[in-house]
């Protein structure tokens, strides 16, 4: 009878179990990249797919696809749109076709850190914008750092904002980015990330704008010969997932791949900051010369870049631009008063 009682037990269990682990179905997402390998953002995509295996029992699974292999950044966020990708980290400035108040995010001199970024994207402000994307068929699950951008060249060091004149630069395809090189005297010239290098080499173009990590990894040094720390931009990836593919999972899966992402997110920042860091001195030891505006000469640019800022301001909305610079007083308040 003991025997009936703990055979029935067993039975229910696993009556009880099943419907779990039914909604766990064998997936494999591939997830296209335009950088390298053996950059963090790449890094980052391995560690979600070590995360999402491990929580699924090895059902789920993520399968990177490195420098460009299925597309740049632009052709890559329609292929989830229309259901022939899984996934792919674009920068947040490819959104703004879509979605124009992503492109706040964008605008010159905004951030002054990463802590900053953090709490705003991790905060009401970011998460209300990635609740935008499942209209336009993606679905945002988390931001990733690419970092603060600066300003690379083979022609002349950039020491003071009126150096930067006459330089044809490599820029995003985007309205935002076009005028805001523009309006430092450059030639702005749009093109995809994966022809840059080749264009450097060849002398296409004069230089490009970038973080250090990807100046790095990218080995643009190898076609670059100097290297001004800018800072005139903060540039955030978006962790995007198809949504054909998000709806075709299961509430449990769902979890799992926001689980794996959050993770995934966390590491990717600390791993991209650990690089930055140590990215310029390696940029100095293979020959890039390295240098820094001044405080006067940074004011320089942002009085360049007014006209840029407040017609992108207006133009992606004048109340999410304020939301933005609502949040971010709050999170200065807040860390001023840490602070003390």
Request: glycine residues 8%; charged residues 20%.
């Given at each position: ?12 269990l ?30 980052a ?34 292929a ?45 402000f ?25 300003v ?15 330089l ?61 720390l ?23 899966e ?23 860091e140590?990215?310029?001195?390696d ?29 992108y301001?207006?133009e ?19 860390a001023?008063?840490?602070?003390k």
């Open positions: 009878m003991k025997f009936k009682s703990l055979a029935l037990a067993a039975t229910v696993a009556a009880l179990a099943a419907p779990v682990s039914a909604q766990i179905k064998e997936h494999v997402f591939k997830v296209g990249i335009g950088l390298s390998e053996d950059h963090p953002q790449a890094l995509v391995k560690h979600f797919a070590e995360k999402l295996a491990a929580k699924s029992g090895g059902k789920m699974n993520a399968k990177l696809f490195a420098s460009g292999s299925l597309g740049n950044d632009v052709s890559m966020t329609s989830l749109r229309g259901g022939t990708l899984e996934m792919t980290v674009p920068d947040s400035s490819t959104l703004m076709s879509l979605i124009k108040p992503f492109g706040v995010l964008n605008l010159p001199l905004t951030f002054n850190n990463e802590q900053e970024a953090d709490a705003v994207l991790d905060g009401p970011g998460q209300k914008l990635l609740a935008k994307l499942p209209e336009k068929g993606l679905v945002g699950l988390g931001y990733w750092e690419n970092g603060f951008r600066h690379t060249n083979s022609r002349r060091p950039v020491n003071k904002a009126d150096d930067l004149a006459g044809k630069l490599r820029v995003i395809q985007s309205p935002l980015f076009l005028d805001t090189f523009n309006a430092l005297g450059t030639n702005a010239t749009p093109m995809p990330f994966t022809e840059l290098y080749t264009a450097m080499e060849q002398a296409a173009v004069d230089g490009q704008e970038n973080p250090p990590a990807t100046i790095l990894t990218s080995k643009f040094y190898e076609v670059q010969k100097h290297l001004v800018s800072r005139h931009m903060y540039s955030a990836w978006v962790l995007l997932m198809s949504k054909k593919t998000w709806d075709g999972l299961s509430a449990q769902q979890k799992i791949v926001q689980e794996a992402a959050r993770e995934a997110t966390l590491f990717e920042r600390k791993s991209i900051r650990a690089l930055s140590t990215a310029l001195g940029l100095k030891k293979v020959g890039m010369q390295i240098t820094e505006l001044p405080a006067a000469e940074q004011a320089k640019l942002r009085a360049k870049l007014q006209p840029v800022l407040a017609k301001g207006r992606f909305g004048e109340e999410t631009t304020n939301e933005l610079m609502s949040e971010l007083a709050k999170v200065r308040g807040t001023a008063t840490a602070a």
